[in-house]
């Protein structure tokens, strides 16, 4: 059974706290945001299909569960929201590839909620009782799915392409931090303690050629 041990990935035993940051290897912002992601996608999704069959009976049903499922994401929106400000004061600093990425995807991410909000007041004050969703509406869902999208991209970047918050066992940070862009593809990078940023690292000198 060993073959199949996966304790050390549930267990909170040994891990340092970090507030509302979560704790060390198990950050509390990224799975909060799969909820509001997944719900903002689901009623674009239900919108469209409402829309779309305005005319059928299930149209209707359709249109509301787009509305409540808004309403869940929005709620839960705002525990992503503050844990994902502790990360970005706690954790970036001014000037840092990461701090830059980490305020495109909370500016992007502040948009959405702001069209989230718009259109759940569309919703709940002016188009209610409607038969499918109204233009208006479907609009500001489907503004807002596709704008999920890129902050979620931007946001993953942090992770994926920098490492950012990424701790390996024995909480130690696995990423680096560098005052200008490392592209993925960049060729081997090594850190300048002098100036606090990465440079590439000296390409090998050819060997001598030798003598027949």
């Given at each position: 059974?060993r073959?199949f041990?996966?304790?050390?990935?549930?267990?909170?035993?040994?891990?340092?706290?970090?507030?509302?940051?979560?704790w060390?290897?198990?950050?509390?912002?990224?799975?909060?945001t799969?909820?509001?992601?997944?719900?903002?996608?689901?009623a674009?999704?239900?919108?469209?299909?409402?829309?779309?069959?305005?005319?059928?009976?299930?149209?209707?049903?359709?249109y509301?569960?787009?509305?409540?499922?808004?309403?869940?994401?929005?709620?839960?929106?705002?525990?992503?929201?503050?844990?994902g400000?502790?990360?970005?004061?706690?954790?970036?600093?001014?000037?840092?590839?990461?701090?830059?990425?980490?305020?495109?995807?909370?500016?992007?991410?502040?948009?959405?909620?702001?069209?989230?909000?718009?259109?759940?007041?569309?919703?709940?004050?002016?188009?209610?009782?409607?038969?499918?969703?109204?233009?208006?509406?479907?609009?500001?869902?489907?503004?807002?799915?596709?704008?999920?999208?890129?902050?979620?991209?931007?946001?993953?970047?942090?992770?994926?392409?920098?490492?950012?918050?990424?701790?390996?066992?024995?909480?130690?940070?696995?990423?680096?931090?560098?005052?200008?862009?490392?592209?993925?593809?960049?060729?081997?990078?090594?850190?300048?303690?002098?100036?606090?940023?990465?440079?590439?690292?000296?390409?090998?000198?050819?060997?001598?050629?030798?003598?027949?």
């Amino acid at each position: 059974m060993r073959h199949f041990s996966f304790r050390p990935s549930l267990t909170l035993r040994g891990r340092s706290s970090k507030g509302l940051r979560g704790w060390a290897g198990k950050p509390l912002h990224p799975p909060l945001t799969d909820i509001p992601v997944g719900a903002y996608v689901l009623a674009a999704t239900f919108d469209v299909i409402s829309a779309v069959g305005h005319e059928e009976a299930w149209a209707r049903d359709f249109y509301r569960a787009a509305s409540f499922t808004l309403i869940a994401g929005a709620a839960v929106s705002v525990l992503a929201a503050l844990t994902g400000f502790w990360d970005w004061l706690r954790s970036t600093e001014a000037g840092t590839q990461a701090r830059r990425t980490a305020n495109a995807h909370a500016w992007t991410m502040l948009t959405v909620t702001g069209l989230v909000l718009a259109g759940i007041a569309v919703r709940v004050f002016a188009f209610w009782d409607e038969p499918s969703t109204p233009g208006l509406a479907l609009a500001l869902t489907v503004v807002a799915a596709a704008l999920t999208a890129l902050g979620g991209t931007i946001g993953g970047s942090l992770v994926f392409d920098y490492g950012f918050n990424v701790e390996t066992a024995g909480d130690h940070p696995a990423w680096h931090r560098s005052e200008r862009d490392v592209h993925p593809g960049h060729k081997a990078q090594r850190a300048d303690p002098d100036v606090g940023m990465s440079r590439p690292a000296p390409a090998s000198e050819p060997e001598p050629a030798r003598r027949a």
